[in-house]
């Protein structure tokens, strides 16, 4: 079976059980329960404070920490470089470290993204959010996919939480399916939609579809353009457990921004 007819077969498969799901009326437990009462101390923990931006400075990331801190944030997620910095700041407390691989465009070799990754753990990172990458399955190539989602889960320890990003506005919603498959398939812990830094962000409609496909027991992180309260918990009843935000402090105290990430 060549990998085109691969493709079709998971696609048919995965769509179809989705189909009967849905048509039965079934609550197979995928589905978040609503959060329209949701606290901001509740809403914190759901939430990674993130600050990817390359001109960010020291001082931002000092400020970043404090904020995590503040709020109680469930980590703060930032470029691989900025791990030990920030690792520093938040020792001894509970926030964890969060550390992207490959981003933004998921576009370098899998050797290097397992040496990413093993730097970020021994600078402080406790969890990776690592970068898919997007040419490989656009073209059909699934075992390349797989492989370097593998070579970044086996770079990480028993308890490190693994998000694999899909870039979902660059993908058909038969490719995020395959996607999320493939991720389950290589063992990660989260399917994530988006870096931030492409065409789009997340989307209702693609947390949905991501968390049918991956069940219950996945996470689903979104990220990119949840800057609001209402975004935010819009998302979570989508079907997210994780939220990515550069916005985090305007989302919970009910604020607005313009920020992306």
Not at 12 to 31: A, C, H, I, R, W
Request: hydrophobic share 40%; charged share 25%; with cysteine.
């Amino acid at each position: 079976m060549d990998n085109k007819e691969l493709i079709e077969k998971i696609t048919q498969e995965v769509m179809s059980k989705l189909k009967t799901t849905l048509d039965s009326g079934k609550n197979d437990g995928s589905k978040s329960q609503t959060k329209s009462g949701i606290t901001a101390t509740e809403l914190a923990g759901y939430i990674d404070h993130t600050l990817l931006k390359p001109e960010a400075v020291a001082s931002q990331f000092d400020q970043l920490c404090a904020e995590a801190l503040q709020y109680q944030f469930m980590s703060v997620c930032v470029n691989s470089g900025w791990v030990s910095h920030v690792a520093k700041k938040l020792r001894g407390s509970d926030i964890k470290v969060c550390s992207v691989i490959g981003f933004p465009l998921g576009a370098m070799d899998s050797r290097s993204k397992a040496i990413e990754a093993r730097g970020a753990i021994e600078n402080g990172a406790n969890e990776l959010d690592m970068v898919i990458n997007v040419g490989a399955l656009k073209s059909g190539n699934l075992k390349v996919v797989e492989e370097d989602i593998r070579a970044v889960k086996r770079a990480g320890r028993s308890n490190t939480v693994l998000k694999v990003i899909l870039e979902t506005s660059l993908l058909t919603d038969d490719e995020i399916v395959i996607a999320c498959e493939i991720s389950k398939k290589a063992d990660a812990d989260f399917v994530k939609t988006s870096t931030g830094f492409s065409t789009a962000g997340a989307t209702t409609e693609h947390v949905a579809l991501m968390r049918r496909v991956v069940g219950p027991n996945m996470g689903v992180k979104a990220s990119g353009g949840i800057s609001s309260w209402d975004k935010a918990v819009s998302m979570l009843n989508a079907g997210a457990n994780r939220l990515g935000c550069g916005a985090s402090v305007a989302v919970v105290t009910g604020g607005n921004t313009t920020e992306k990430y």
